[in-house]
């Protein structure tokens, strides 16, 4: 079973910007897509930025602009730069291969905080 290590979160202001970043056990990125998740409390787990194999990559409506993913398949890093950051992203995220916007591997990584507050 593959496990995910996520960091970089933290508190920012309104505007502000964080790099995200998720480590994996193994080398999958040339296996999945792959995808960052959030989840805020009292609501469910949603799919905010995903790369394909081949790089392509997509976003949520609510991040699209201000959200950046992208990885290190030698590093097994997957990374999202985050700008322009709002209250509304507060979240705990996470990352996970994934088969369209449906996680793979169900065992999920403690995800890193993201508060934006004044």
């Known amino acids: 079973q593959v496990q995910f290590v996520e960091s970089g979160g933290g508190l920012v202001q309104p505007g502000g910007s964080l790099r995200l970043s998720c480590t994996a056990s193994?080398?999958?990125?040339?296996?999945?897509?792959m995808g960052w998740y959030r989840q805020a409390p009292g609501k469910q787990r949603e799919l905010v930025a995903g790369?394909?194999?081949?790089?392509?990559?997509r976003y949520a409506d609510s991040v699209k602009g201000r959200f950046t993913i992208s990885r290190d398949i030698a590093a097994n890093t997957l990374y999202l730069q985050m700008n322009s950051l709002k209250p509304e992203d507060t979240a705990n995220y996470y990352c996970n291969a994934r088969e369209d916007i449906r996680p793979v591997f169900e065992s999920w990584g403690q995800g890193t905080q993201v508060t934006v507050s004044s």
């Open positions: 193994t080398s999958i990125f040339r296996l999945y897509a």
């Open positions: 790369i394909s194999r081949s790089g392509t990559t």
